[in-house]
């Protein structure tokens, strides 16, 4: 009997360990997870705080030119070399960088904006609403935007304004999508249901119940999208229908690259690099937030 009882209290001290430990599992995968947010966050940091010091960091200024230097390799003078026309590299890498997180930033907060704006309406007062707000939102996400945003350039010019402007409103649908599937969710949760019985008016309750509710899927899909209109963006200034010379972005100077890009390794390898970490590190970023700020995300992978 002795013996019996003290295996049933080894069993219940071993289950009140493993049950004491399992928190302090889910706490150390979560920072092993948080690895990514430390990651992008510290890539995030440097880029912004980079292209923010541009005056007082930049070696030359971004169209200060020495044609007896074009084409020169990395020196001591010159730490990534110069273009076709004596620019320094990394100078115009640090002032592109001002641009190309203007724009990503800039365009994705009209991005998220308007998506929060159609995504939560759609959601939240479904029916007829939904029907109509999400046809449109489908047409906006099938329709073609490289045609549109020629048009836009064609009739406005190749402007900073114009190209945040339509970069922000033709990405808007996929965020849209997103946040009505979590307003579909959280509008039937009690709470809801018993602020409505009390007479509470939508606005309060979109206001105050469910948008800090989705708060961290708005965040990680806003620290996403800005990864991928800084890549819609390069790809714009390399065809052409983005920023112009003289002013640098990412994405003209590979265009401006393409000539020597056999033979001067650095014109191209520079700015590709600013352009694939940045958009890493916002990624890292996006996936650490939602790991962190997701319940769910507890039994992840570790790094």
Not at 26 to 43: D, E, K
Not at 95 to 105: C, D, H, M, P
Not at 243 to 253: C, K
Request: overall charge positive; cysteine-free; charged content about 15%.
């Amino acid at each position: 009997m002795a013996h019996d009882i003290a295996k049933i209290q080894g069993r219940t001290s071993a289950s009140e360990v493993e049950t004491a430990d399992a928190p302090r599992l889910v706490l150390s995968t979560r920072r092993r997870w948080n690895l990514r947010l430390i990651v992008g966050l510290a890539i995030i940091i440097l880029a912004t705080g980079s292209a923010l010091a541009a005056p007082w960091i930049s070696p030359y200024t971004a169209e200060e030119q020495v044609l007896s230097s074009r084409l020169q390799g990395p020196t001591a003078s010159h730490l990534l070399g110069t273009d076709n026309f004596g620019r320094d590299i990394l100078s115009r890498v640090i002032w592109g960088g001002r641009v190309s997180l203007a724009v990503g930033l800039l365009a994705m907060s009209i991005a998220v904006s308007v998506g929060v704006l159609v995504g939560t309406t759609s959601g939240y007062f479904g029916r007829v609403v939904d029907a109509v707000l999400m046809r449109i939102t489908e047409l906006v996400l099938v329709f073609p935007a490289f045609f549109l945003l020629i048009l836009a350039v064609a009739t406005f010019g190749r402007t900073l304004t114009v190209l945040i402007l339509m970069l922000g409103l033709t990405s808007w649908a996929v965020s849209a999508r997103i946040i009505r599937g979590e307003v579909l969710k959280v509008k039937q949760r009690d709470y809801i249901l018993a602020a409505q019985s009390i007479g509470a008016t939508n606005t309060r309750i979109i206001a105050r119940h469910i948008l800090p509710n989705i708060a961290s899927v708005i965040i990680v899909s806003a620290t996403i999208r800005v990864g991928v209109l800084i890549l819609v963006e390069a790809g714009l200034s390399f065809l052409g229908l983005g920023i112009q010379q003289p002013q640098p972005s990412w994405g003209n100077m590979i265009a401006d690259s393409v000539p020597f890009i056999s033979q001067i390794w650095w014109f191209t390898l520079f700015p590709g690099l600013a352009i694939f970490i940045t958009v890493l590190g916002f990624n890292l970023m996006g996936e650490g937030l939602r790991d962190l700020l997701d319940p769910r995300q507890g039994k992840g992978r570790a790094v």
